[in-house]
């Protein structure tokens, strides 16, 4: 494995990525318009919402965004390139390169949605309890590096189908399923300011979860890569 070769291709997909910015734009555009849509919904000009339904609506808005933005990863590509791509770089180099731009681009998504989410949709304050930002940075880091590498994977499946779509969606559901309970439940500890030892083992089952993927990724991709 060659390093140098994986940054080549993680700066082939920012790359990429810039010269097509309008799919950047409207991933923005989509973050900004859901996080709006939901403030117009409940009416949030004359209150807060619960803790509860603060934090599911967030990571369902992540979870979207996650699809929309990584999902495309082997889908957009032709079989030209994909062709190019095997005479000039071993396949372990290709799926860590993709699950490291992916995991970049939806972290820097779900920072940015983070910060307009917390600005127009006010959180109702529990008695005592003290918002632990840390944790909460913690969850959406490895909530977007599990989505990100099970995503890529998925995607690399999907692609070999012709109808990628509906596949992408059914292999996706029972993969993404308890990243999203896990991180669900270790970012409302965060919100109810718990004590952090009460959240390690939410940490570990998604470390454990993110370990798992990326091995898998790392173990089939080149099978799957050389059919």
Known sequence: MNKNQIFSLIGKELLSEWRQRFALNGMVLYLASTIFVCYMSF????????????????????????VNSVAKSFIQESRGRALYYYSIASPIEIIISKIIYNALLLLALALVGFAIYSFVMERANEEGATFDLLYFLIAIVLGSLGLASSLTMISGIAAKAENSTSLMAVLSFPVILPIILMVIKLSKNAMDGLDRSVSTDEILILVAINAIVFAVSYLLFPYLWRS
Do not use: E
């Not at 807060?48 to 979870?63: E, P, Q, R």
């Open 43 to 66: 009416g949030l000009k004359s209150g807060a919402i619960d803790a509860v339904t603060w934090n599911a609506l967030f990571w369902i808005i992540l979870l979207f965004t996650a």
